[in-house]
Each structure stands twice: as structure tokens, then as C-alpha cells.
């Protein structure tokens, strides 16, 4: 049973940036990715991108490039969402999960989820 823990999450300004954190329960998760997703209220769970936990290859939905950045740490078992020139449209509950399925980008294709950690962008 993987665990997963959000954190980072928070309020603030239009322009602003905020860097999220997913730590991870296992210390052996070569097999696995690991995916951001958002949701905001009355929307559906939306695929912001993953990173493969052994290689580091990351893959980001189309309308996240440039803006967002996923990197790992493998020494702290942690997934970092790294969020520049945010948006009030980027408000939303940010989840990261976690699977051995490849190349996933579906909420249906994740086993193992976080709490979520709410995001606030104020304009």
C-alpha cells in the first residue's frame, strides 16, 4: 500500500508561485509513476502531469506546459509540483497519486491517492 501526503498548498496572488510536495510512503517505487492531478469545485479531476520514479521522465497534459514543472527526490522519497505565473483558473484542490500503469494520465489509471492540498489564486 503506497501512501501518499500533499503539502505546499495555500493562498496566493495572481503572478505568484507556490511549489507542492507529495511524499511518498515507499522507499522502492522504481516501477511506479507518479501523476499530479487538479480539481476545482463543479469541474471533474483534471491530469496535470506525472514523472516516472525511476528514470525521472516527466510528461505534462498540453495545457500545463510551461507554467508547471514535476520533479522527484528520491533520497526523500518526495514528488515536487513546482507552479509559476499562477492563475485564478489554477485554483483547485491539488492531488498527486501514484501507479505502475504505463505512461498513465487518467484518474481511472492511478491506485494510490493523497488527501489533496487546496490552492487559492487571488486575483
Known amino acids: 500500500q503506497v501512501q501518499l501526503v500533499e503539502s505546499g498548498g495555500g493562498l496566493v496572488q495572481a503572478g505568484g508561485s507556490l511549489r507542492l510536495s507529495c511524499a511518498t510512503s515507499?522507499?522502492?517505487?522504481?516501477?511506479?509513476?507518479i501523476g499530479w492531478f487538479r480539481q476545482a469545485p463543479g469541474k471533474e479531476r483534471e491530469f496535470v502531469g506525472r514523472i516516472s520514479w525511476s528514470g525521472g521522465v516527466t510528461y505534462y497534459a498540453d495545457s500545463m506546459k510551461g507554467r508547471f514543472t514535476i520533479s522527484r527526490d528520491n533520497a526523500k522519497n518526495t514528488v515536487y509540483l513546482q507552479m509559476n505565473s499562477l492563475k485564478p483558473e489554477d485554483t483547485a484542490v491539488y492531488y498527486c497519486a501514484a501507479t505502475e500503469h504505463y505512461y498513465p494520465s487518467r484518474v481511472g489509471e492511478f491506485n494510490y491517492w493523497g488527501q489533496g492540498t487546496q490552492v487559492t489564486v487571488s486575483s
Open positions: 515507499e522507499r522502492t517505487l522504481s516501477r511506479y509513476y
